[in-house]
């Protein structure tokens, strides 16, 4: 049988390997015969994985002692760990969704990556409408270190509310991606986003809690009528950076069961299309927040 994947004793790393998408992806790369080096903060229970590496991904120094363990050669990056920024603040939820992603394709997976090699990175259908969004990301994404991301990025984490990290973090690395695709694609390296739609991961109650209702979440997932499950969007993932995928580069691929089509043909509304920066809907957002969080702990909820 031939070996269409192309997985076999290929090194691959995965970020938020502990749960939801990351940690079926690091199920499926075991299966495929590839050597996964699995980073998360919490513990991977994943059986026949090369090695754990317990790092907080919103940390500098965890990333580069993270990557003092993994080998010289890598074939194959899943970015993958992310916050909702519901119970993060919004300079961790921006560091861990982008920054640290941004750190490590520059640093680690440039120089340890040779031809052949492949690049996914998750975003979400929260960061589709970067392309139109391209001024406000331009800043961030021409960054070169992570303390200069801090600098541009510090009033906004000081003002903005850290769910609106989630929505500007993901476009950053979706034009981020773009932007590596075509940089390493001078050397031959592939670089692909997957964007998810609603997902049954250990994100699930943050997202619920923010759309008020568990059908409020099943809206988001297009016609399927239900919530993706974690092995839905680790076989896109799986899929782009295999040699399936050779001539894949620079791919938002949308997994959201026709969701943005729906939008697209005007048949729903995109509450995504709005400014993540913008000072006064940030602060309008943020009043809102406080309301509905203050109503909420007045009706008896817990937060
Ligand atoms: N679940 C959804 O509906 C949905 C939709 C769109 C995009 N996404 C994205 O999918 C990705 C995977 O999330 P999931 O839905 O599987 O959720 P999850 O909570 O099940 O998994 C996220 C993983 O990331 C890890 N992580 C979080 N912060 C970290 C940090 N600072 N350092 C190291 N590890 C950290 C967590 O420990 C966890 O194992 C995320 O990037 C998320 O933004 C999720």
Same mark, same amino acid.
């Given at each position: 049988? $031939? ?5 076999? =004793?290929? #090194?691959?790393?995965?970020? +938020?390997? /502990?749960?939801?998408? %990351?940690?079926? @992806? ?38 580069? $002692? ?5 080998? =010289?050669? #890598?074939?194959?990056?899943? +970015?993958? /760990?992310?916050?909702? %920024?519901?119970? @993060? ?215």
């Amino acid at each position: 049988m $031939k070996d269409y994947f192309g997985y076999k =004793d290929k #090194i691959c790393v995965v970020t +938020g390997a /502990a749960s939801g998408m %990351g940690k079926a @992806t690091v199920e499926m790369l075991v299966d495929l015969g590839a050597k996964v080096y699995a980073i998360d903060m919490n513990e991977c229970n994943v059986d026949w994985i090369t090695k754990f590496i317990k790092c907080d991904l919103s940390k500098k120094e965890e990333i580069d $002692k993270a990557f003092s363990e993994i080998p =010289d050669h #890598i074939d194959a990056f899943f +970015g993958i /760990a992310g916050l909702s %920024g519901a119970k @993060t603040d919004y300079r961790t939820t921006f560091d861990c969704n982008y920054t640290a992603n941004m750190y490590i394709t520059l640093n680690y997976l440039k120089n340890r990556m040779t031809k052949g090699g492949s690049i996914v990175y998750c975003t979400s259908t929260a960061g589709l409408e970067w392309k139109k969004f391209k001024k406000e990301q331009n800043k961030v994404v021409n960054c070169k270190t992570w303390e200069e991301v801090q600098k541009v990025t510090e009033k906004l984490a000081n003002n903005a509310p850290s769910t609106f990290a989630y929505m500007y973090s993901k476009r950053c690395l979706s034009h981020f991606a773009c932007m590596q695709a075509v940089e390493l694609g001078k050397v031959g390296i592939r670089v692909n986003n997957v964007l998810p739609g609603s997902t049954n991961t250990g994100m699930k109650q943050e997202f619920q809690d923010m759309v008020g209702s568990e059908e409020g979440l099943i809206a988001e997932a297009g016609l399927a009528g239900r919530l993706a499950n974690s092995e839905e969007m680790a076989m896109p993932m799986v899929f782009l950076n295999s040699e399936m995928a050779t001539f894949i580069s620079g791919l938002d691929m949308v997994v959201d069961f026709s969701d943005t089509c729906l939008k697209e043909l005007k048949l729903k509304k995109n509450l995504e299309a709005i400014s993540a920066t913008n000072p006064i809907i940030c602060m309008i957002a943020k009043k809102m927040l406080n309301k509905s969080a203050k109503n909420a702990l007045n009706s008896g909820k817990e937060e």
